[in-house]
């Protein structure tokens, strides 16, 4: 059978997450619902990363396999057509290796996190970006956020209900910036615990408003401790980015 990796964009609002489950519209089963339409039987469709309700994507990366072989570019536009009217696209079909795996395969994830700093309601970015009304330092939020850079115990930005075997994860790269009126938080690591993200915007954010240090991040990541985590901020505003993966060998 052959597979086809396929890159992705999607409005979260309208899913209960990625993974497909009862009673709730979510991203894999529209997808899936339009493969079964062009193959003709039912398809698993695997992503790279499961992404909570809410949130949005520019770069997944998921995998499929079909009964006949297909040009990559057709796949692409057919799957768009039987996905009308959800708001997913997908955006480049490749033909991939029988091996291929979206999930275990993929050495890296980057999400970026929008903020609208201003004090007017949003109306082209309702829903897709989290509004801040209150004047953010964003030099401090930058300089707090590099002590996460590095393999540490996340229990303090791990969710409850995190399924993750342990906490300690690698945090390879995050910055602030400020664009106008956007700040823009931007994350990468080989994984994440569930809701890492928002945890850590949340609290940058409590350190922007003034309300905490700069040393207070390095506190609360020491401790390792939930209930010392700042507000979690909406799923909302959080994307994620885009998924790399080990350059093959024979490519």
């Not at 039987?41 to 992503?47: F, T």
């Not at 039987?82 to 991939?96: F, G, K, N």
């Amino acid at each position: 059978m052959p597979r086809y990796k396929l890159t992705l964009e999607y409005d979260g609002g309208a899913f209960a997450g990625w993974q497909r489950q009862d009673g709730a519209p979510s991203v894999q089963q529209a997808l899936e619902e339009a493969a079964e339409a062009l193959d003709g039987a039912p398809v698993q469709v695997i992503g790279a990363g499961r992404t909570d309700a809410g949130v949005h994507a520019t770069g997944q990366v998921a995998h499929l396999d079909l009964r006949k072989e297909i040009r990559a570019g057709k796949v692409r536009d057919a799957l768009n057509a039987h996905l009308r009217p959800h708001v997913i696209s997908v955006l480049e079909s490749e033909d991939a290796p029988a091996d291929f795996h979206a999930r275990f395969d993929a050495t890296g994830r980057s999400y970026f996190y929008r903020i609208k700093n201003r004090r007017p309601e949003l109306a082209l970015d309702r829903g897709r970006a989290w509004r801040v009304p209150v004047e953010l330092d964003v030099d401090a939020m930058h300089r707090a956020a590099q002590v996460l850079i590095g393999r540490h115990d996340f229990s303090t930005f791990r969710d409850s209900k995190c399924q993750a075997d342990t906490p300690v994860k690698t945090l390879d790269a995050i910055s602030v910036e400020r664009q106008s009126e956007e700040i823009i938080v931007r994350t990468t690591a080989r994984s994440f615990l569930h809701r890492q993200v928002r945890s850590i915007v949340g609290s940058l954010v409590d350190v922007g408003r003034g309300r905490e240090s700069v040393a207070w991040i390095a506190e609360v990541l020491a401790a390792a401790d939930r209930t010392k985590c700042g507000p979690v901020a909406p799923a909302e505003g959080l994307y994620l980015a885009s998924v790399s993966y080990e350059p093959r060998k024979n490519q």
